[in-house]
Structures are given as structure tokens and as C-alpha cells.
């Protein structure tokens, strides 16, 4: 560890401290220094400690620190002991808005919440995964033409897990899961139904996806109105960039 990086360790144990002003002086010193290495480790002391005063700090960020976050939010997403406290760091971040949301469309965090959401069995994490992807849906719309079957395979796969439990979840992480899936429904009917529609007449058409669409999507559908884009709209003008 550098010289620096200790330092920084040092400040970042009295970020929490009981005086308001001792915890007012050591932010304002962290946020001067807040770039690159300094940047990565109030990541780390977030995942360690769920700090208040660090997801203050972190929100404050302006581009073009924006990366190193990226960064670091993705390499915490790509490991399994810190993946969950990063989804939460990031749905924490984007419900603020940053100027710099739009960035994660062409980042490899995107991906690397789309590969959780596809691939991980630990429900908490599907939940808190799917809530920030609903969250950030309508922050980038443009990722829509490139990743669009992902997100709807995101759609089958949650909505499959919610309906098997093949591992045996308590009740209420499976009603948390399947209010996040219901959410991702209307998220996705509302911004490409016209795409949407057809994964879904495709894939539930399929004989073994016919349970979960009784039991689940079934629900769903009967519980929305006929989207007007239906009628007047087409599946390349709701890809369309300029639209």
C-alpha cells in the first residue's frame, strides 16, 4: 500500500465519526483527493461498511472521474463476495441521476449486470440486480438496439425463477423477486412493446416456457392496456436512436 493509499485509509475510518465536524473535515479532505486510486478506495470502504458519508462522497462525482467508477463498480460487480454490495452502491448512484449515467450503455458494467442477472443464483443479488436495470432502463435508451435480447432473456429467466424456486427461497425474497420481474415487464412493454410482444409470443409458444407463462406472464398481461405503439409503431422505429 502507498503512502497515499494509507492516508487515504486513515481518513476514511473517521468518515463516520460521531462529530459532525470531524466527519464534515475528513469528507472535504477525501473529496479534494477524489480520483483515481483515492476514488477506488471510498469504493472499497462503501463495500466494507455501507457508509452514509461514502455513497455522499461517491454521488458527487463529475466526469471525467466518472471512469475510474465505472470501472470499479464493474470489477466489484465481476466478483461474487462483492457483487451484491455493488448493485446496491449502483442503484444507489443512478437514482440520482448523474450527469454521467448515460456512459454505462457503452460500458462493461452494463454487460456485467446484464451476465449476473442471466447467470447468478443468489436471489438477493436477481433482486437487487433487476431493480437497478428497471431503474436504469429509461436513463439509456440507446443501449435498446444493442442489448434488447438481453434484456428480454434477463425478462424469461426471472420470470422462470420466480415461478420454479429451484432453490428452495424463503417466501418473501420470491414475492421480492417477482415484483421486481413484474416491474422489468412494464419497463420493457412500455419502452419497446412492439419487440416486447414477440419475445414473448415466441418463447412462452414454446412447450416448456407454458407453465411459467400460465402462472406468471399470464397475470401480467391481463393487468395492462393495449399500448398504443401496438397499433401505430413497429419494432425498428421503437429501436430507432433519433426516435
Not at 418463447?203 to 397499433?231: A, G, I, W
Amino acid at each position: 500500500m502507498s503512502r497515499e493509499q494509507a492516508s487515504i485509509s486513515e481518513l476514511l475510518l473517521s468518515l463516520d465519526s460521531s462529530e459532525l465536524q470531524e466527519a464534515e473535515r475528513v469528507r472535504a479532505a477525501v473529496n479534494q483527493q477524489l480520483r483515481g486510486a483515492v476514488l477506488s478506495s471510498v469504493v472499497e470502504y462503501y463495500l466494507d461498511s455501507s457508509s452514509s458519508q461514502a455513497l455522499l462522497l461517491l454521488s458527487s462525482i463529475r466526469e471525467p472521474h466518472h471512469k475510474v467508477l465505472l470501472e470499479k463498480l464493474n470489477e466489484s460487480v465481476s466478483r461474487s463476495g462483492t457483487r451484491l454490495g455493488a448493485l446496491t452502491l449502483l442503484g444507489h448512484l443512478i437514482r440520482k441521476q448523474p450527469p454521467w449515467v448515460h456512459h454505462i450503455s457503452r460500458s462493461p458494467l452494463l454487460l456485467s449486470l446484464l451476465r449476473c442477472l442471466k447467470t447468478d443464483s443468489d436471489v438477493v443479488v436477481l433482486i437487487t440486480g433487476v431493480l437497478v436495470l428497471v431503474t436504469l432502463l429509461p436513463m439509456i435508451p440507446q443501449a435498446g438496439k444493442q442489448h434488447i435480447n438481453d434484456f428480454f432473456d434477463v425478462f424469461g429467466r426471472l420470470a422462470s425463477r420466480s415461478c420454479k424456486n429451484p432453490g428452495h427461497e424463503p417466501v418473501a425474497h420470491l414475492v421480492h423477486l417477482h415484483a421486481g420481474t413484474y416491474s422489468l415487464f412494464h419497463r420493457l412493454y412500455g419502452m419497446f412493446p412492439c419487440s416486447f410482444i414477440s419475445y414473448l409470443r415466441l418463447h412462452y409458444s414454446m412447450k416448456e416456457n407454458l407453465d411459467t407463462f400460465q402462472e406468471v406472464v399470464k397475470p401480467m398481461l391481463e393487468h395492462v392496456r393495449v399500448h398504443p405503439e401496438l397499433v401505430t409503431g413497429t419494432q425498428d422505429y421503437e429501436l430507432d436512436p433519433s426516435r
